[in-house]
């Protein structure tokens, strides 16, 4: 089943505890991408992936760090987390075939909270 | 300036009726795509439907289509006969541009309630 997995789903952690959440997507992606989700925000990008070794920063990238060593992987790392970076996170990947029209595949979301 | 627009915060709409959820948009790149997801209380987000700005014709998916005016920037989401189980959040998104980022960029999103 072609899927976006993301570990682990809930985490309740303490202001800087360096804590990593990891994604991997079974399609052969190249793109992949982390959103964070906030009450009356929506969606907004962190950090993206065009393919392994290429990372660059979304609209919120402060506080995250993220690696693509392997096509499949893309974890998503809080060196310090603070109360701010409670919020609902979401990996996604798509494949990268510009001018065509793709969905992003979601994970489940990873619901953080940081005391 | 928001590059995605979604002016309803909640909805509330008798079971059986069509829906329109607004979007509307703001980009210069000639080439870009507008998406529709759903994301009910269990908190996964479910594609919906896809146009394209170079698509002539409105996207259709089952009881979903999406009303594009390109002119007024403008991809709105119908929900025919709707149901019990559309209650959700819906949420616009728009990737620009046809060799870059592939990124969304999401609108706040619209909570809709389907009353029986």
């Known amino acids: 089943e072609a899927q976006v997995t993301q570990n682990p789903r809930y985490l309740i952690t303490v202001t800087g505890k360096k804590l990593t959440v990891t994604c991997s997507q079974n399609?052969?992606?190249?793109?992949m991408s982390w959103y964070r989700q906030d009450p009356g925000l929506g969606l907004r990008q962190i950090y993206y992936?065009?393919?392994?070794?290429?990372?660059d920063k979304g609209d919120v990238p402060e506080g995250y760090k993220v690696s693509r060593k392997e096509k499949r992987n893309f974890p998503l790392i809080l060196e310090s987390p603070s109360p701010n970076q409670t919020s609902l996170y979401f990996c996604?990947?798509?494949?990268?075939?510009?001018?065509?029209?793709?969905?992003?595949?979601f994970g489940p979301g990873t619901r953080l909270t940081v005391t | 300036a928001q590059k995605i627009t979604q002016t309803q915060p909640g909805m509330f709409v008798q079971e059986k009726e069509a829906v329109t959820l607004d979007c509307t948009y703001d980009?210069?790149?000639?080439?870009?795509?507008l998406f529709w997801y759903k994301q009910p209380s269990s908190g996964e987000m479910i594609f919906l439907i896809y146009?394209?700005?170079?698509?002539?014709q409105n996207a259709t998916e089952g009881r979903y289509s999406l009303n594009f005016q390109k002119a007024r920037k403008s991809a709105n989401l119908v929900i025919s006969a709707s149901q019990l189980g559309d209650s959700a959040m819906y949420f616009c998104?728009?990737?620009?541009?046809?060799?870059?980022?592939?990124?969304?960029?999401f609108g706040k999103g619209t909570h809709l309630i389907i009353q029986p």
């Open positions: 996604a990947s798509s494949p990268h075939r510009p001018g065509q029209g793709y969905e992003q595949y």
């Open positions: 399609m052969n992606h190249e793109y």
């Open positions: 992936s065009m393919n392994v070794e290429v990372t």
């Open positions: 980009t210069s790149d000639p080439s870009y795509g």
């Open positions: 146009q394209g700005s170079y698509d002539q």
């Open positions: 998104a728009m990737r620009e541009g046809g060799g870059g980022a592939d990124g969304l960029t």
